[in-house]
């Protein structure tokens, strides 16, 4: 009777240990973090140099912020774009597609359609973001203080209104929507405020004092700041596919091409101040 019981209670153990096993081996797996397969290491934001001071309170010419964000693709694009081999970012391309529809015909079967959308800019990839702070030379203020025996302060005023542009450094197709694409990236990596122009206006101060030691000229020289950016953006041959009830995207003609850009950086001066025995 004992060997009977002794062997019931070895027969539970080993049904029951690979059940214990495989359900602590799938707690295990809930509470060990996953990591999810696309995500890419959050890119640092750019460190701003002391010399470079933000000026957007004090700007007399209220820069609008250019604010564009990756367009959320619908359903239906989504889905059309899911069928690409081909990355697609294009904003535009993207608001053409949540703008089209195809109804599903509940006799479809033979129907066959290909409706040829254009030659768009697909996507733009980054391959380098550097800041160049004194991309522009767009003030300055200058004092002699030659004739005194005591230091004189100076700080920023600006004399006049300035327009930075920055732009494609070559011609290319769809230069506005790859301009688009360029400056998400650059705003993504930067996590600075960027435009393709921005305007300092006339009379913007900055309390910033700077010292002009004596028997000493003083030069306080503001430059714009901008980002260069380069990559590469894919262009192709864009056509909707329609074959029964199924809807995909077929690119064709596939080219790349590499680009390069100077986007200004909004509201921020670099101060460079010299003081000098002579005339500069």
């Not at 250019?66 to 081999?85: G, R, V, W």
């Not at 030659?119 to 550097?130: F, K, P």
């Amino acid at each position: 009777m004992k060997r009977l019981r002794v062997w019931v209670i070895v027969s539970v153990l080993l049904v029951g240990l690979p059940y214990l096993a495989d359900e602590a081996l799938a707690t295990q797996k809930e509470n060990t973090p996953v990591e999810k397969k696309g995500n890419t290491p959050a890119v640092s934001k750019t460190v701003v140099p002391p010399s470079v001071l933000n000026i957007a309170k004090e700007n007399t010419y209220p820069n609008s912020t250019q604010d564009l964000p990756f367009l959320q693709p619908s359903e239906f694009a989504q889905s059309l774009i899911d069928t690409s081999k081909i990355k697609i970012e294009n904003p535009e391309l993207i608001h053409l597609l949540n703008e089209s529809a195809v109804g599903k015909a509940p006799f479809s079967f033979g129907y066959r359609a290909t409706i040829y959308l254009g030659h768009w800019a697909l996507n733009y990839q980054s391959t380098e973001t550097a800041p160049n702070w004194e991309y522009q030379k767009i003030n300055t203020n200058f004092f002699d203080n030659r004739a005194n025996l005591t230091p004189h302060p100076i700080h920023y005023v600006q004399e006049m209104q300035k327009i930075v542009r920055g732009g494609l450094t070559a011609k290319i197709p769809a230069s506005p929507d790859v301009q688009k694409m360029m400056l998400i990236k650059a705003a993504e990596k930067t996590k600075l405020p960027l435009a393709f122009e921005t305007i300092i206006g006339g009379a913007t101060k900055k309390d910033q004092v700077y010292n002009i030691p004596a028997r000493r000229l003083g030069y306080l020289n503001a430059f714009a700041s901008a980002i260069n950016e380069k990559g590469k953006v894919t262009y192709g041959e864009v056509y909707v596919i329609l074959k029964g009830s199924k809807r995909s995207l077929l690119i064709k003609n596939i080219t790349s091409q590499g680009i390069g850009a100077w986007i200004p950086v909004q509201d921020h001066l670099s101060f460079n101040f010299i003081a000098s025995e002579q005339p500069r």
